[in-house]
């Protein structure tokens, strides 16, 4: 919204910390990245962006374990083949986030 210039400052009050470091992946996401070097490699390419909401839409659900599960392991199978899926980029006008 910001990049389109949509933004109002009652949006913006209510944003999380959208710092380049305010984004924290959950500790066993991380772990299962890492323990594939073809994965985390793959992962460290993809765009910022892509990590990102693909990370939050896995650890949002850390709470429904067989969720949580499914869709990391998803995750995990499509990073390995370098695949990236999903709307993340709001049809290219986000690629540069």
Known sequence: MEKLGLMTDA????????SPTGFIIDGDILTALKADEAVWNNFMNFPPLYRRVRIDTIQIKKKQPDLF??????????TRLNIMYGEWNDNGRLLNY
């Open 11 to 18: 949006g913006r009050a209510v944003l999380p910390d959208m």
């Open 69 to 78: 599960k499914s869709r990391l392991e998803k995750f995990i199978e499509r």
